[in-house]
């Protein structure tokens, strides 16, 4: 091995494994020593799948004995540390006097997975939980229906978590790594509201929702709000996959349409305002978001799930609930729902020093009302 | 006393890694080193996990292992099976040094000459 190209490789921030023709090791980089926790002199003149310990060395290597090595690609290695870790294995063949010449260059990707789990954790902070049969059968459809493109009708009173649901479909979906937009379909002058959803080309061109989602997902909030005319184009969109922006052609974009309402959606068709045909597309895939009041059971895995949430996030140690509070908790019938138990606990987290949250540290309108009977934890 | 050993082992060789061993080698070895049994099961997959349950279940006393994970190690170690891993040779090498007891983990043994 040439000294100084040795001094090369141990300059790069990647991991070099130098290969004889037989796959042994000639040397490792500094990088790669780093990695693996082998000195090069250790592991001189050893099989590389033996030092390297790479999925892929071992379950099909890349190197062959003649011709171009394959393709490299993600895959793993296992340190003499007892440590998994992700790596890029890209090989490298090169032919010199003394004759071929392998090389393994090994791109570690642990920061990379740290980062992603960092936004899956993220992600999972802002999904549905639920303990309650009505929440679990809902949670088991979320991977069912995501592996589809037909478009989603989700019902549910406000505070249910139907941005949430639209959202977790989305994340499980093959178009996770595409757009999702939320738009919310609330009164607005009908021609602003077709150039926010389709675009237009004058006086500048302007990208619509549609065109912001091209390749993801478009979720459609209230959508009984949106003008008999837009509802039609929506129609148009489902049945023929283009839209037109305003003063432009049509358009083909790939976007998966998820819409919702507070009211049940059967009863917006039949009082005209949610137009038959398109009820019909869209209530395909149709969820329904039960409200918090008929599945109890949520109340208190919520309560707790969401002391816990804000006592992290806030740094406080918050242990529970005194028995008054959370009597007067479960005594609430929380008309908006989950959005507005989280809203209480936030409160509550925020105004309790320490120890277990007690009546006084409930926002004062739990305070004022009647206490019911009937409900415990 | 006897002492049962398994061997996740590749060919005549002792597998890099025990997540992904396909083949293992189970031996009894009588208190002076003689093999009493020698015993060689095919997995249908490799399984980290169903390693550790055949471990367990056939009762061994000691695991010889290439590289394995920190969480399997420490998971065989509480369940009290010795764990020779890091080590890296031929499976003939490796049974010598255990039948004359001087197997340390890391252990880098000869090869037999196979081919790499």
Redesign the interface.
């Known amino acids: 091995m040439n000294v100084s190209l040795l001094d090369i490789l141990d300059a790069l921030p990647v991991g070099c494994v130098v290969l004889d023709p037989?796959?042994?090791v000639r040397t490792l980089n500094a990088a790669m020593e780093s990695l693996l926790g082998y000195a090069r002199d250790?592991?001189a003149g050893?099989?590389?799948?033996?030092?390297l310990?790479s999925?892929r060395?071992?379950?099909n290597c890349p190197h062959t004995s003649d011709g171009a090595p394959s393709p490299g690609g993600r895959t793993d290695c296992?340190?003499?540390?007892?440590?998994?870790i992700p790596i890029n294995l890209t090989p490298v063949r090169l032919t010199t006097d003394q004759g071929a010449v392998y090389l393994d260059i090994v791109e570690d990707l642990s920061p990379i997975h740290s980062l992603e789990a960092r936004l899956n954790q993220t992600a999972t902070e802002d999904s549905l939980v639920g303990r309650s049969p009505a929440m679990e059968r809902i949670l088991r459809l979320v991977p069912m229906v995501a592996g589809h493109s037909a478009p989603i009708l989700i019902a549910g009173e406000t505070g249910t978590g139907k941005g949430r649901l639209a959202h977790a479909i989305h994340k499980a979906s093959a178009r996770a790594r595409q757009p999702f937009i939320r738009f919310s379909c609330g009164p607005m002058a009908e021609e602003i509201l077709e150039a926010e959803l389709f675009g237009k080309t004058a006086p500048a061109p302007q990208p619509g929702r549609f065109q912001q989602a091209q390749g993801g997902t478009l979720y459609l909030a209230e959508i009984e709000s949106l003008p008999p005319s837009i509802q039609a184009r929506l129609l148009r969109f489902l049945d023929e996959g283009t839209i037109q922006p305003q003063g432009g052609h049509p358009m083909r974009v790939d976007v998966r349409l998820m819409a919702s309402t507070m009211t049940d959606p059967a009863t917006l068709a039949a009082a005209g305002r949610l137009c038959e045909n398109l009820f019909h597309r869209l209530a395909a895939l149709r969820l329904d978001l039960p409200p918090l009041r008929e599945r109890p059971e949520d109340v208190a895995f919520l309560l707790h799930y969401f002391r816990e949430h804000f006592a992290q996030r806030l740094k406080k140690n918050i242990s529970g609930f005194t028995p008054k509070a959370l009597s007067m908790l479960h005594a609430h019938p929380f008309p908006g729902n989950v959005r507005e138990l989280k809203n209480i606990m936030e409160f509550a987290v925020l105004v309790c020093p320490e120890g277990d949250v007690r009546p006084e540290h409930l926002p004062g309108y739990l305070l004022r009302q009647p206490q019911r009977r009937g409900r415990k934890e | 006393m006897e002492r049962r050993i398994l061997i996740t082992i590749d060919h005549d060789e002792i597998a890099p890694r025990f997540d992904l061993a396909m083949e293992v080698l189970i031996l009894r070895l009588a208190e002076g080193g003689e093999i009493v049994a020698r015993k060689s099961l095919l997995l249908a997959h490799p399984s980290a996990d169903e390693l550790c349950n055949l471990i367990l279940e056939r009762d061994m006393d000691a695991v010889v292992c290439g590289g394995i994970e920190e969480e399997y190690y420490h998971y065989l170690r509480w369940k009290r099976v010795e764990v020779f891993d890091g080590v890296i040779g031929s499976v003939a090498a490796v049974i010598d040094r255990l039948r004359t007891g001087t197997l340390n983990p890391g252990d880098i043994v000869e090869f037999s000459g196979a081919q790499a």
Request: include cysteine; aromatic fraction near 0%.
């Open positions: 037989h796959r042994r250790e592991v050893l099989p590389c799948r033996h030092v310990r999925r060395c071992i379950q296992l340190s003499r540390h007892r440590r998994i």
